[in-house]
């Protein structure tokens, strides 16, 4: 039949919604050999009114055969948007139909649709794995499909085959025949749900015993071998499980969980209902061996996976505009769930660091509102960034904080109650939180989602002390307030103010406010609780009064946002690089690691500003401030916090790397020393710490070890541990090994781009590093996974010589990264302000550091 319209004429990247999936069976059959399927699906389709022509998506797909009630009908492929169109010999009048499609595709490489994942087991021999990844519109990859969010459909799948090997998919095992050598297995249906999350996995795997958490059966599925390593995991899936269930107030929406660690896998994780997978890095790992940053990233993922089965896949974004929130608020949850799990890990207060590189980014003239208007794919590619996760997470806590925890989570509740098994748009959250405490939620989280940027609150006090202001403007790196008219643009700030030991909470909704003060001469904190999305610059009236006695009676987060909010205001120019030494050293007592950690990112920032005897003189600082730390800490003993142990660890390693000082790195070679002779009781955090310290001041023997522990370290830590020591050599044969490793078959793809990332970062060789990267750029985007190519290049902002930003950014003038488009224009900003930064406080700096 002749179509009356053109497909050209339909919108390139919403499908007609004149048919509606109601439910698909799926029958596949890989060929792990031969990396190729075979399928076939049947759609169930309820149709708004009489159509001649069926559209859906099919992408690299072979297709064979289509029927629509079982006659023969005919087809075309819309390749360029990812199209199948069925056409049947008349129009269809019926109001239900079953299209039925036969196919086949090849397992492919880049870790999307249907792929293919391999491993050696002890004896060298690879083993194949066929697994999927359909986040954003890959589902199409792997069977035709309506592959957006709204169109949620039952899935029925079936897969078929080589015996011995093990199958999994979204729902348990139902049924199970066997012949002729090969098995076919079919899994309960799932609930009403979208296709990208739809999974299966299928090859020579293990499970780990079922662990019954409340009647929701939990697994790990793991490569063989592996078992020892997935305890852990399993804890924390169990507790979550268990958690989330009594936060929301509703049951795991499934009747399985697996978490399942591939080999190969572009993200870090991905929430498929009731078949979780993972990087075998952020699933697997030893407690006895790993950091506590190791372990945090474990629980970490896992939490927010679990999160993602009620806020995510049950009730589910109309369209990929609103996939900001379902990851920001399964960011928020896996703090929240990570804090209940382990309380001694102090996770929100931890959580600020990550606040931070959002601020980095939020703080660029081309940062981006939360929530943009998503059309294409790529575009929907870019929202998976900083602002999305840790922006978003960051405004969802402050939110909570605002409202209380317990008018928060009902408002959640409610809303998952409401549009359970459905699709949402962001205003339908904010109401339903809205309804339920009576708080204007939506005029707040406006202000917030719908314009870019993030204010900076002035705080200043009147000559008579008795009067705070407060003023609000858009923070921005370029130093200057950017708002074109000064009412423009504004946030409703909840702004929590402690005057003395007197907390309070006002709305700053205008551009300027003002809150009487009656306890004269006490210190006054802004941002109290320091969980506000802003940062605070104090006059210095105010400032004088947060005295190193006054400090030690605040929280942690706030001593770290002080630092924190310093460092942003030195990149931006509001404060010098001299003033900001000046000011680190009223935290020479410090003894808690969020503070540290600000402390010290702080330093690193100053040491990429100086050279020679300037940096001797930095490094010689950094010891002085350092050092008495780590020497108050002392030895690891029994019984220390977890926290303890990862400031020891960090200290160490500021102290040989940034300090570079000739003991820490003694006995940092000794340590690896005694781990490569079968040391025990070596503590992990110091055992981390060494391998960065030896690798930035080793050489080529130094090297070979690093090689030889990513080879053949027992546990996925260990080996990323060395594959990442690797840049961090001060050597350019080495450096350059480094890269050429990186295009290698020893290093999955998944790796590699975050390898040369950090070779690019290198202080020394960074730029060596880029000029490898450059030469191969076409073949680094050919052989890595899209998502990671932005991120391979993130470090290149660190690369502030005038040769090297005029030539990067020629470079990207000319090889736009399409599908992270606003990413990579934020990168080359960001180099723009780093170079600004150098050129401007070098030479005070060095003036000040050397006295000449």
């Not at 050209?8 to 799926?26: G, K, N, Q, T």
């Amino acid at each position: 039949m002749a179509l009356t319209f053109a497909p050209e004429d339909l919108d390139p990247y919403r499908l007609p919604s004149w048919a509606r999936p109601v439910r698909y069976d799926v029958r596949l059959r890989p060929s792990l050999d031969e990396a190729t399927f075979l399928g076939s699906v049947s759609i169930q389709l309820d149709l708004d009114a009489p159509t001649e022509a069926l559209v859906l998506n099919a992408a690299e797909l072979d297709i064979t055969g289509c029927t629509i009630d079982d006659d023969i009908v005919g087809w075309e492929l819309d390749e360029a948007n990812e199209r199948l169109i069925v056409v049947p010999a008349e129009p269809i009048a019926r109001e239900r139909v079953r299209l039925r499609i036969e196919f086949g595709g090849t397992l492919n490489d880049q870790l999307r649709g249907f792929y293919r994942s391999t491993y050696l087991d002890d004896e060298g021999v690879e083993h194949v794995i066929a697994t999927t990844q359909m986040q954003s519109t890959d589902c199409r990859r792997a069977f035709p499909c309506w592959d957006e969010p709204e169109f949620k459909a039952v899935f029925g799948i079936t897969l078929d085959v080589t015996d011995g090997l093990t199958a999994i998919s979204n729902g348990p095992e139902v049924e199970r025949t066997s012949a002729e050598g090969r098995t076919v297995i079919r899994f309960a249906d799932t609930m009403v749900m979208s296709s990208y999350l739809v999974a299966f996995v299928v090859g020579d795997l293990e499970m780990t015993d079922t662990v019954d958490v409340d009647g929701i059966p939990l697994r790990v599925v793991h490569v063989p071998g592996k078992g020892h390593l997935t305890e852990f995991g399993l804890d924390v899936g169990a507790f979550c499980l268990r958690w989330y269930q009594e936060y929301y107030g509703i049951a795991y929406p499934s009747d399985k969980v697996d978490l399942v660690a591939l080999p190969d896998f572009a993200a870090g994780a991905m929430e498929n209902l009731g078949c979780i997978t993972f990087r075998e890095s952020l699933l697997l790992v030893d407690p006895e061996r790993s950091t506590q940053n190791e372990q945090q990233l474990v629980a970490d993922v896992v939490a927010h996976e679990l999160a993602h089965m009620w806020f995510g896949d049950l009730v589910t974004m109309r369209w990929w505009n609103g996939i900001w929130l379902n990851e920001a608020f399964a960011t928020f949850m896996e703090i929240a769930a990570c804090a209940a799990y382990r309380p001694d890990w102090e996770r929100w207060t931890s959580f600020g660091l990550e606040r931070s590189v959002a601020y980095n980014t939020d703080s660029l003239a081309s940062t981006r509102s939360v929530e943009y208007e998503v059309r294409s794919p790529l575009d929907c590619e870019g929202m998976f960034d900083v602002l999305t996760y840790q922006k978003g997470g960051a405004l969802l806590r402050m939110l909570e904080q605002y409202l209380g925890e317990q008018r928060f989570r009902e408002g959640v509740s409610h809303y998952l109650r409401t549009h359970s098994y459905g699709n949402t748009e962001t205003n339908d959250l904010w109401d339903a939180i809205e309804t339920t405490s009576g708080d204007p939620v939506r005029r707040i989280m406006d202000s917030w989602i719908w314009q870019p940027g993030y204010p900076l609150v002035s705080a200043s006090l009147s000559a008579v002390g008795t009067t705070l202001t407060l003023e609000q403007h858009r923070f921005n790196f370029a130093g200057d307030d950017p708002d074109p008219e000064p009412g423009d643009v504004t946030w409703v700030i909840p702004v929590a103010v402690r005057v003395g030991d007197a907390t309070s909470t006002l709305l700053l909704d205008s551009r300027r406010a003002e809150m009487a003060v009656t306890d004269l001469g006490a210190p006054i904190v802004v941002n109290a609780g320091g969980d506000g999305f802003f940062r605070v610059a104090y006059d210095s009236e105010l400032r004088s009064r947060l005295t190193p006695e006054v400090l030690s009676t605040t929280s942690t987060l706030e001593r770290f946002n002080l630092v924190d909010d310093a460092w942003a205001a030195t990149v931006a120019g509001r404060m010098t690089s001299v003033e900001l030494l000046d000011w680190l050293d009223a935290f020479s007592d410090e003894t808690e690691l969020a503070v540290w950690q600000a402390i010290v990112g702080a330093l690193r920032g100053l040491s990429r500003l100086v050279d020679d005897d300037a940096l001797d003189a930095l490094q010689q600082r950094t010891r002085a401030m350092v050092g008495p730390a780590l020497t108050t800490l002392g030895a690891p003993v029994a019984d220390e916090t977890d926290l303890a142990g990862k400031l020891r660890g960090l200290l160490t390693s500021t102290m040989g790397v940034l300090g570079n000082d000739a003991a820490t790195i003694d006995r940092c070679r000794d340590l690896l020393l005694a781990a490569d002779g079968g040391g025990t009781d070596l503590d992990p955090e110091l055992i981390a710490a060494a391998t960065t310290v030896v690798a930035a001041s080793g050489d080529t023997a130094t090297y070979e070890r690093m090689l030889e522990g990513f080879r053949t370290g027992p546990t996925p830590q260990d080996q990323l541990r060395h594959l990442y020591a690797l840049a961090e050599f001060d050597d350019a044969d080495l450096i350059r090994r480094t890269c050429e490793l990186a295009f290698s078959d020893d290093v999955k793809t998944q790796n590699a781009p975050f390898l040369l990332r950090l070779a690019i970062a290198n202080r020394h060789h960074g730029t060596a590093a880029w000029q490898f990267l450059r030469e191969r750029w076409s073949e680094a985007n050919a052989r890595f996974p899209k998502n990671t190519i932005v991120r391979m290049i993130e470090s290149v902002a660190l690369l502030t010589a005038p040769d090297d930003v005029h030539d990067v950014q020629s470079f990207f003038a000319e090889h736009p990264i399409e599908q992270s488009i606003n990413t990579q224009r934020q990168i080359l900003e960001r180099q723009h302000v780093n170079a600004a930064l150098r050129a401007r406080e070098s030479g005070p700096l060095a003036t000040a550091l050397i006295g000449n």
